[in-house]
């Protein structure tokens, strides 16, 4: 596979009593070991499309990311 710099805005709402410079440095780990981990790597052979659901899932799955 050939790596791509992907530029990635996002916005979340942080969940109360949480930290925003520590949830926001959660959000980019996360996004970045979902784009360039080994599961990405093994699926980018197959298909090579980022599926903005798919980042969602990732951005709500890190600490401290809260609903509305």
């Known amino acids: ?4 710099d992907i530029d990635v ?6 969940a ?3 930290d925003p410079a ?7 780990a996360a996004l970045t070991e979902y784009l360039s981990g ?3 790597l093994a ?4 298909d090579t499309h980022v ?3 798919e980042v ?3 951005i709500n799955e890190a600490g401290g990311v809260g609903g509305r």
């Open 1 to 4: 596979p050939v790596a791509v």
């Open 9 to 14: 805005t996002t916005t979340f709402t942080v």
């Open 16 to 18: 109360s009593g949480a």
């Open 22 to 28: 520590t949830v926001e440095a959660a959000v980019e």
């Open 38 to 40: 080994p599961a990405w």
């Open 43 to 46: 699926s980018a052979e197959k």
């Open 51 to 53: 599926r903005y659901l």
């Open 56 to 58: 969602a899932q990732v």
